[in-house]
């Protein structure tokens, strides 16, 4: 299985270049945060690519030898290594009211997911419970109730698309049919000719369908690999979509229809009072 790399343009299995890049990102790292159940170091690209690398909290001393400064003796970038989050900086602002906030590691407690009710510019659709992997999530509590804006990332696992929603209407099979702009909460395994390419957090994975307002060719400044940024409008507002090419089937041009299957991540911009 792929890790989540893969969608901006790194090898889909884990190779040592791969975590070379890893560890010198993780001591390099011009961001940080920490919080008290440990610290996220934070790489980002030109282009607008991050990965959130977890790291648990060390009561241990720092290192006057090596590293970076701050970077705790016997840090271990790969060994330490708790998990990540992959985004992507764009132009996706969702407005949504924060439901619940939830861990989803025992043993990650960076790690985490947030449900939210999503509304819809459609007045005849219900809002619906809308799960997302939450960027920064040990970094504070948000109130539950509260109004937010949260810009929304979607890993693309497969993409299908159409220069016009006729042809997505017809070529595509009855279990994944939905509506242009309408978003459907998936299972793992609910979609056989969609087989996952990396694990999703519990309640992340969607299936989404809409119109690709604008399409970028992008090239990981890493691996020198190209991948597409999507910026795709749904009922529910837009989504910042990011897709490594061989998981793509047709034209992502802008103005075409665009079915994928994706699992979402999300940063919250700011609460609404």
Request: glycine residues 8%; positive net charge; charged residues 25%.
């Amino acid at each position: 299985m792929c890790t989540r790399l893969h969608a901006i343009g790194f090898p889909c299995e884990m190779d040592r270049r791969t975590a070379e890049f890893i560890g010198t990102a993780a001591l390099n790292a011009k961001r940080r945060i920490a919080c008290a159940e440990g610290e996220y170091r934070i790489w980002r690209s030109p282009a607008g690519a991050e990965i959130w690398l977890h790291y648990p909290s060390r009561d241990r001393p720092f290192s006057r030898t090596g590293g970076s400064a701050g970077t705790p003796s016997g840090f271990d970038p790969i060994g330490d290594l708790m998990g990540m989050t992959v985004v992507h900086a764009g132009a996706s602002v969702m407005r949504m009211r924060l439901a619940r906030v939830l861990r989803v590691s025992k043993d990650n407690p960076l790690d985490g997911t947030c449900v939210a009710m999503l509304g819809s510019q459609r007045s005849s659709d219900k809002p619906i419970a809308f799960t997302f992997e939450l960027v920064g999530y040990a970094e504070t509590r948000h109130a539950t109730g509260a109004e937010a804006r949260v810009r929304v990332t979607a890993l693309a696992q497969w993409v299908w698309a159409f220069a016009r929603e006729d042809a997505y209407l017809a070529a595509t099979p009855s279990h994944r049919l939905i509506g242009k702009g309408a978003m459907a909460q998936a299972e793992p395994g609910m979609l056989p000719d969609a087989p996952l390419i990396y694990r999703p957090k519990p309640g992340t994975l969607w299936l989404v369908t809409g119109e690709v307002r604008r399409s970028v060719r992008l090239v990981n400044p890493v691996t020198r690999a190209p991948y597409y940024w999507v910026l795709l409008a749904t009922d529910r507002g837009d989504i910042d979509l990011v897709a490594s090419p061989d998981r793509i089937e047709g034209d992502v041009s802008d103005g075409h229809t665009l079915q994928a299957v994706v699992t979402t991540a999300g940063r919250i911009i700011e609460e609404l009072h």
